[in-house]
């Protein structure tokens, strides 16, 4: 089609018909038979196009004389030699009807975060590995790790990586294209382009991208026909050499509600943990989180070891008792935050209340070598005798039922052990409590020593 609009050229047709009947050129039966219920349908560089409502109509026009006659008076309009092209209207709406209506554009929100960047993550042995696969795969796209799959609890850096992963991309590549989005996002973007018919699009703009960085993928789980598109768009993806990165908050193998085969693509890539900082990172995140503000309050080593201690479960805990002593301080505006004021802001706090009766894999594994007289180290070792090989199952058992931690986690606290390892030991001891009366009586006897009989 050409840039004329319906409006200029009913009036070029409107003028040229008008010329037309006042030449008299035909006679007026003929001309309101055959001529004046034409229309102009486009015009393309010297070309016009007309259309006609019948066979009748398109022969009148294409004799010699007739066509001869057009071209003049419509050449007259235009100010140009003008060739004209007689066509049957209903060959065109035909033609028309079956064109593909255009495809709407679709554009995917930029939600990456500034502020998270591989130079403001702390790396330390707790989450080393993943730092590592994280910045490996911004700088080598689908190579080597695809997918890669961070798991761990929540709070311990898997966002911050996804978005350093992002930001990296974004400075260094900046013509590679880059999503991320949390899962329940996804499924939102799913349901709402399936009401608007927009899913194809929708679709096709994800196949686009170079890197899609999704959040907590254990979200999706029951959520059947996200599922189905999400895994189409992965194998689309993966087989494009697209890098995939995922987070989750368990390994692959303990997804509940994800397709059987989505799990087993996730499995095929890298799985790396992250799992809670040790002293050394949780004091640098404390530092780190400090930069800048030095001048604004003044905190003594002690202090920061204090919490580092106590709080470092994940990043999100060290971060709020920090947040929260520094309001404390402004607020009573002391001299130095030194470790006595720190120990009355954190008093009540549960974090640091009977900390020697809060349950802990620690205290398990304490527990057990009490019991049968062994070490923390022979429990973790790789000794496979009988008497420590039952008192590491019992130690795994119980930090599975009662903490309900992954089985990656818990493999993590005894010796690096494999999560499927851990499964093992775990089924092990299940089916050996149910058919061994002396197992159940010493786990029943470890639990009521930890109180949790």
Known sequence: MSTYVKNNLNSIWNQTLTLIEGSDYFDSATFNAFIVNSTLYDIIDDLAIILVPSVINKKVFESVECLSFVQQKLSEVMDQTMQCEVRLKKDIDAANANQPAPKKEVIL??????????????????????????????????????????????????????????????QNQPDKKVLYIYSEDFITLVVNSIKDKTIEEVKEAICNVDYLLIDDIQRLAQWGRSQEIFFNLYNKLISNDKQVIITSDIHPSELKGIETRLISRFSSGLSVGIDSPEFETAYAILEKKLEGRQEEVLVQREVLEYIANRFSADVRSLEGALNNLIFKAILFNPEIIDLKFAVEVFKENPAVVNQDDTLSVMRIKKAVCEFYGLTRQQIESKSRTKSISNARHIAIYLCRKHMDLPFSKIGAEFGGRDHSTIMSSYDKMTKSIKQNDMTAQAVGKIESKLGIS
């Open 109 to 170: 929100e930029d939600k990456l975060l500034d502020k998270y960047t591989f130079d403001n993550f702390i790396v330390g042995q707790s989450n080393r590995e993943s730092h590592a696969a994280a910045l490996s795969c911004a700088m080598t796209p689908g190579k080597f790790f695809n997918p890669l799959f961070i798991f761990g609890n929540s709070g311990l850096g898997k966002t911050h990586l996804l978005h350093a992963i992002g930001n990296y991309v974004k």
